[in-house]
């Protein structure tokens, strides 16, 4: 096989430079030495992506066994900025401070311990407990939680990075940090503001902190979730907070997912929201539309996003938004901070069933921006075969989210088996501009802003969940440049008649930003790429993988159980055969009622809230979620589908050809 070859040739090249032997020990004792580490870069690798060539089953597949050997070479950072990715669980004013409690809490912290599976630390003030599970990535001395500020009576437990603490740090000169955690500001901002500090963070982050000077303590999630965190309440007075519902739905009576852009005060009893920007309010605004602001604001984003002391990659499924990000980051990788460190060759990554659209089209993005693409396949039955344990991670039953987060579920396990510990990814693009296909029939602007915003509300219920513990599952960050506050600020300022598609005027979906991206000087992407059409990523990734999803579900789930479902489930009662399946798998893992409200539910078409499904009548008699199901946008698969036999009459459900 040709990548294996080439695998094995570029790893001899560095044996003939190197004894395997000595470099090992070397390891062991030292770190990698600079001169290996610029041998493995020249040839385009990171140092912690040489693997063995033999684990691999196929080109492109899934691993076997063997590939769970860690990676050859490990290169050990002297950087001093320290990634705070982890899983946190706190307990607060608990009436038990035993030693059971404390084992108790152990023990639940280490149901996150996939998030952070490098060091476990806990720390107790009384009736307190902030413990952590935490992924070492750099500087490990100075990287534990909890983060305190000087005199240790402020403690910290953080899940997140603040893109803009060097900028924080110059203001908090008077204060003396102990790491180089870019987390540890948080401490020394509410030792400086009180609770009013929250909005001054640029970042995605959940965290607590405690008090100890007077045991308050407050809780605080990012602007739109992009970090997940729950809270819940124990029939002891005690209130829990952890990262993922698993840490905390089998000792909370009452537990929910905590809203974003909110803060918790003890002090105050109750949660408040901090993040009241001005399109919160759903009033349709009027700027202009500048092509240059938009653009400027989105290359600001992913260079933030590009600080990084880890190997990382972008997500490329060849759809304009991952198309854009890896565009971007390309051309501001040469004089970031993760070049210093890791070379300027971006490497991507992309998955899909054999023929995929999305193979297809991130190979051909990947060789137009001349990057390391890597390509997985996987089969409908590996994607079956994972389906327990990504509701597991994921921690819902929402069927689009179960699509989408299975092969980004597989993927990341094989990035991780590479090295790569961050990821760029394309999420929230089409929340904001209205990309999804279903805005087609917006009657008006007021009707497509007021649905843009309904949607980056819930984003934190679906795929801002699946972005990050899809991801987290394998001890792998991924961040989301197009939910940066300031692009965020700058894209609903603009007037929405801007946004809206009017095929007459050459405008398709997300025309505002495919128009802001449309350099002729400097192209970052070819017309056709940047034109391209939207497509969901459970479909992209395979037209076949849906509908092998909705055949095994029928062979589970039968008539008489799905007509007796209103019974079974009378909350969010699922109304097809596959969210059936999924429920059950759901609740068997969360039986509590508290579990399943934490997952939205009401009628949906190609992932439109209840409220747009009353923009066409025909909408309410759709019962599958599918980007396809958006009327008639992918006819052209359907009848290639039909012609291979893969599809006809049964398929139309699934690619309805109800036109636009």
Request: charged residues 25%; contains cysteine; hydrophobic residues 35%.
């Amino acid at each position: 096989m040709p990548e294996i070859e080439l695998h094995k040739s570029k790893i001899q090249k560095t044996e003939s430079r190197i004894s395997r032997n000595k470099a090992r020990n070397h390891i062991v004792r030292t770190g990698v030495r600079a001169p290996t580490t610029a041998i493995l870069r020249s040839i385009g690798w990171f140092p912690e992506m040489i693997t063995r060539c033999s684990v691999w089953r196929s080109e492109a597949g899934l691993r076997t066994e063997a590939s769970q050997r860690r990676p050859l070479f490990v290169v050990r950072s002297r950087c001093h900025h320290t990634h705070t990715m982890c899983g946190i669980l706190a307990v607060l004013g608990c009436i038990d401070n035993t030693q059971a409690k404390r084992s108790r809490i152990i023990e639940l912290s280490r149901r996150l311990r996939h998030r952070g599976p490098d060091w476990s630390g806990l720390h107790c003030y009384e009736d307190c407990y902030l413990a952590h599970e935490r992924l070492a990535i750099i500087d490990p001395t100075s990287g534990d939680q909890p983060l305190y500020n000087e005199d240790k009576t402020i403690a910290v437990t953080v899940n997140g990075e603040i893109y803009n603490h060097k900028i924080l740090r110059e203001k908090l000169k008077s204060h003396k940090f102990h790491t180089g955690s870019d987390c540890e500001v948080i401490a020394h901002l509410y030792e400086e503001h009180g609770e009013e500090f929250i909005d001054m963070l640029d970042g995605m982050f959940a965290f607590v902190l405690l008090d100890t000077r007077d045991k308050s303590f407050i809780a605080a999630r990012d602007a739109i979730g992009i970090i997940p965190l729950y809270i819940g309440w124990g029939l002891d007075g005690s209130v829990w907070f952890a990262s993922e519902m698993k840490a905390l739905s089998d000792d909370c009576e009452q537990f929910m997912s905590f809203p974003p852009g909110h803060i918790y005060s003890s002090k105050q009893g109750g949660l408040r929201r901090w993040y009241n920007p001005p399109w919160y309010s759903e009033q349709v605004p009027s700027t202009p539309y500048d092509p240059l602001v938009l653009r400027n604001a989105f290359e600001k984003a992913v260079i933030k996003r590009l600080m990084t002391d880890v190997p990382f990659g972008v997500l490329l499924s060849g759809g304009l938004d991952s198309s854009l990000v890896a565009a971007v980051a390309l051309r501001h990788l040469e004089n970031s901070e993760a070049a210093r460190q890791w070379g300027s060759q971006l490497h991507t990554f992309c998955i899909g069933l054999k023929g995929s659209p999305d193979l297809k089209a991130g190979r051909e993005v990947a060789d137009y921006l001349g990057t390391r693409h890597h390509e997985f396949q996987f089969t409908v039955q590996d994607g079956i075969d994972a389906i327990e344990e990504v509701i597991y991670h994921i921690e819902t039953y929402d069927v689009t989210t179960i699509r989408a987060s299975t092969p980004m579920f597989l993927m990341s396990r094989k990035i991780k088996s590479l090295g790569v510990k961050m990821v760029l990814s394309g999420e929230g693009s089409d929340e904001i501009l209205g990309g999804y296909l279903y805005f087609h029939k917006a009657p008006n602007k007021k009707e497509f802003h007021e649905e843009t915003c309904r949607k980056i509300k819930a984003l934190h219920q679906f795929d801002c969940l699946r972005a990050n513990k899809s991801t987290s599952a394998w001890g792998v960050e991924a961040r989301v440049p197009f939910l940066d506050k300031e692009f965020l600020n700058v894209a609903m300022s603009i007037d929405p008649e801007w946004k809206m598609i009017k095929p007459d005027l050459g405008r398709i979906e997300k025309w505002v930003l495919r128009n802001a991206f449309d350099d002729e000087q400097r192209p970052y992407l070819p017309k056709h790429i940047l034109y391209r059409q939207k497509e969901q990523f459970s479909d992209g990734v395979g037209y076949s993988w849906i509908d092998g999803l909705k055949d095994h579900a029928n062979k589970h789930v039968s008539d008489t159980m799905l007509s007796n479902a209103s019974f079974v489930f009378p909350d969010n009662t699922p109304l097809t055969k596959e969210a059936y399946y999924y429920r059950t798998i759901f609740e068997k893992f969360f039986p509590k009622s508290a579990a399943r409200a934490t997952v939205p539910g009401g009628p949906s078409i190609a992932c439109s809230t209840a409220k747009a499904v009353e923009w066409d009548a025909t909408w309410s008699k759709n019962l599958d979620p599918s980007g396809r199901a958006a009327l008639g946008v992918h006819v052209a698969a359907y009848d290639e589908n039909k012609a291979a036999g893969k599809g006809g009459p049964d398929s139309v459900d699934c690619l309805a050809k109800n036109g636009l």
